[in-house]
């Protein structure tokens, strides 16, 4: 992680900020008096790995077992550990998130894999935020921003979860449950500004803040 912890996250200039009424953008809120039902969390900088290969062929699959110590993640689902997350996008293609550094992953990736495979790292393109609150907060927010039925999904489970890239705020996402009840979604840099602008609008009525 040397290479991307030095990068600047997306949000870092919405850190500390808050729907309050009664703040001003940037002021400095977090002095016990308020409170917030809603809280966005931007995680620290991580690699992000676009991967493709075929599921169907055995050492493709205890290449990833091997490196991630993580089984292929199926339709609909993603797989984590300590380190390392693994989302289904497709038949074809998964999105690894991982606090080992990118350029490492892939050369360790590559080394154990053969045949007709692709890694192509997007860390420069991506971050990943936290929505985590009031459970009632959170359904709704997901309702205003997305007309995926997140509701019905099961709940995560220890190493595995439900995922789903899907429009949101009319931007996209990759949005996947947690154990603890919360949300995390995966979107592009380029979006990052304006689906904070977004959640802190949308979860307006409940207080809502943005860390860091």
């Keep these: 992680m040397s290479n991307n912890s030095q990068q600047e996250l997306p949000l ?3 850190h500390r900020v808050s729907s309050h009424r009664g703040q001003a953008p940037n002021a400095e ?3 016990g008096e308020v409170e917030y039902a ?7 900088a991580c690699a992000f790995l676009s991967l493709r290969g075929d599921p169907n062929d055995a050492g493709f699959c205890a290449a990833v077992i091997d490196i991630l110590e993580l089984n292929l993640s199926t339709r609909g689902n993603y797989h984590c550990s300590s380190q390392s997350r693994i989302y289904w996008l497709g038949p074809d293609e998964w ?3 991982s606090e080992i550094d990118a350029s490492v992953l892939e050369a360790r990736l590559r080394e154990a894999m053969s045949g007709h495979i692709s890694i192509v790292d997007v860390s420069g393109g991506q971050t990943m935020v936290n929505l985590r609150g009031a459970p009632m907060a ?3 927010v997901l309702k205003k921003s997305c007309i995926y039925d997140f509701a019905g999904w099961s709940n995560a489970g220890s190493g595995k979860g439900r995922c ?3 429009t949101f705020a009319k931007a996209s996402a990759l949005v996947s449950n947690r154990t603890d009840g919360s949300f995390d979604l995966i979107i592009r840099r380029s979006f990052a500004d304006y689906i904070a602008l977004w959640m802190l609008d949308a979860g307006r009525e409940f207080g809502l803040r943005i860390e860091g």
């Design 95 to 97: 999105l690894l998130v």
């Design 38 to 44: 809603l809280v966005v969390k931007e995680s620290p």
């Design 138 to 140: 959170i359904d709704s």
């Design 164 to 166: 789903a890239q899907t």
């Design 12 to 14: 870092n200039y919405f």
């Design 29 to 31: 809120i977090f002095n």
